[in-house]
């Protein structure tokens, strides 16, 4: 197993790692919208922040050599489902190659963030 701890990328804010590779898999813990470098929430509304997320999901799958096509399946958490078709419109612009996935709402995320999303993609041999 090999941990990412890239820091364009926000570091975990608990026992936890960003992504693990292991058996040709890259599995990444849920990216929410703060900014690596100061840990802020960028943006109040649902696109601003799913915005942020998918810029560092990139950063997490292009410190392994891959990329948004790799994904295979996503898990999408919104605080309200209200927010779908706008979280839609900005995730679809990133994952083109449409990944299976779930999309869940929820009743709080960490520091109350609009959105978060996790991933599983397939590692380049």
Known sequence: MKVTNTPKAPGAIGPYS?????????????????IPETGAIDGDTIEQQAERC????????EANGVTFEDVIKTTCFLADMGDFAAFNGVYA???TGKPARSCVAVKTLPRNVLCEIE??????D
Request: hydrophobic share 55%.
């Open 18 to 34: 960003q992504a693990i590779s292991a058996n040709g898999f890259l599995f990444a813990s849920g990216q929410c919208a703060f």
């Open 54 to 61: 998918c810029t560092n999901i990139q950063a997490i799958l």
């Open 93 to 95: 612009k990133y994952f």
């Open 119 to 124: 991933f599983v993609a397939v590692l380049k």
